[in-house]
């Protein structure tokens, strides 16, 4: 594997760290951040390199993801799902790939999936409606991915569609006011009667078949990947990202701490606290070794023209949601026993801690659902979901 993208971003670490204040108090990535993250190749990882990108192993691309949300946990967020929004381009039609990056190969895009929009069929493609929530990143982007229902004459749902909108199109408000991943910008958005081409439209039944148009010109195993799968891991991999940053910050903070209670003397030299490095970082080892071994047998699957196995889809979807479980039980741990000082909004404890929590309520971190899913599997019952 060649690392010099992981190299570029580990060089950028120190300043996403530094920054880290001002992203939460301007509750968006600052514009130097994403503009470094592009010069290091970040947003090509999973760009087709028919278009410019790299096309690398997905791998790469969430080991990269941690560690920028080890720094940052907002712009690791964001820089994770704008990151993925390539690969999902890369089976649409290849004329809506042309049109986003035949000018600009770093032309980024935001999302928000959730079907909220209404498509009405036209002559040539749709009319689009609708506002949606938890637009990561849209402050940046060119394109925006948005998720909506089609509809007959009758005005009832008959598909559930991904449309691809320019910015220019979209309306966006400044809504984004949290207590955790404050910096990611996540704004909602706006679309007022705009037509989308035909050709900047993808079912999501395409999606649960591993199938897509941008196959035909795209015909390495990243496109026959599972949405699933890929999608998911990109919410879970920052949060891990953040709780692994959350203990090296406890680690560095309890070092020489002595206490002012409980007898005194070196926190360091605490076994409570002692166990509590150790089961924050099993917990966070677990997790991502689980998660990098599904996603590297998804890919050497793909690479080998086999067929995906749906006992390896769920198990993927599986060990994502139990990873995003791990990344709250470190996270919890290490802020319980880390003191008053971790309430404060700059102490990076309490940073991380707040982030993880904020990005567990995301739908694909839906724990019990996924879980049953997968048991569902393993006792023969047909399991049809949009997200496996």
Same mark, same amino acid.
């Given at each position: ?252 903070? +309890?070092?020489? !701490?002595? *206490? ?5 003397? @070196?926190?360091? =030299?605490?076994?409570?606290?002692? %166990? ?33 196995? +749906?006992?390896? !889809?769920? *198990? ?5 949601? @139990?990873?995003? =479980?791990?990344?709250?039980?470190? %996270? ?36 019990? !659902? ?19």
């Amino acid at each position: 594997m060649n690392d010099q993208v992981l190299d570029n971003v580990r060089d950028l670490l120190p300043i996403i760290a530094a920054r880290a204040v001002e992203t939460e108090e301007a509750r968006r990535v600052p514009a130097e951040t994403i503009a470094e993250l592009t010069e290091a190749g970040f947003f090509r990882l999973l760009q087709p390199k028919r278009c410019g990108g790299l096309e690398r192993n997905p791998i790469e691309f969430y080991e990269s993801v941690r560690a920028i949300a080890g720094a940052c946990g907002s712009t690791g967020w964001v820089a994770s799902v704008m990151g993925v929004h390539p690969w999902q381009l890369g089976i649409f039609p290849k004329a809506a790939q042309d049109e986003v990056w035949a000018d600009d190969s770093n032309a980024l895009i935001a999302s928000s999936y959730a079907p909220i929009g209404k498509l009405t069929a036209v002559d040539g493609g749709y009319r689009l409606n609708g506002r949606w929530s938890f637009a990561s990143g849209i402050d940046h982007a060119d394109w925006v991915l948005l998720g909506a229902l089609a509809v007959d004459a009758d005005d009832k749902p008959v598909d559930f569609i991904t449309t691809l909108v320019p910015r220019s199109e979209v309306t966006v408000l400044d809504v984004w006011d949290t207590i955790g991943l404050r910096g990611t910008g996540s704004n909602d958005v706006v679309v007022d009667d705009v037509f989308v081409p035909a050709h900047r439209s993808l079912r999501n039944f395409v999606h649960s078949r591993l199938e897509g148009p941008g196959q035909k010109v795209n015909k390495g195993p990243l496109y026959r990947m599972s949405f699933g799968a890929l999608f998911t891991t990109t919410v879970t991999a920052p949060l891990l990202g953040t709780v692994a940053g959350g203990l090296t910050s406890y680690v560095d903070a +309890m070092a020489d !701490r002595m *206490r002012l209670s409980l007898g005194g003397g @070196r926190f360091a =030299e605490d076994q409570f606290a002692q %166990i509590a490095v150790a089961r924050a970082s099993s917990e966070i080892d677990a997790a991502i070794l689980q998660m990098d071994r599904n996603i590297a047998e998804m890919y050497a699957a793909a690479s080998a023209g086999a067929e995906i196995p +749906m006992e390896l !889809r769920l *198990r993927t979807r599986r060990d994502q949601v @139990r990873g995003t =479980e791990r990344a709250l039980t470190a %996270i919890d741990i290490l802020f319980k026993t880390a003191g008053g000082n971790s309430l404060r909004r700059d102490n990076p404890i309490g940073r991380a801690w707040r982030d993880a929590h904020a990005g567990s309520v995301h739908v694909a971190n839906d724990v019990e !659902r996924t879980l049953a899913l997968h048991g569902k599997g393993a006792f023969g019952i047909t399991v049809e979901d949009n997200l496996i």
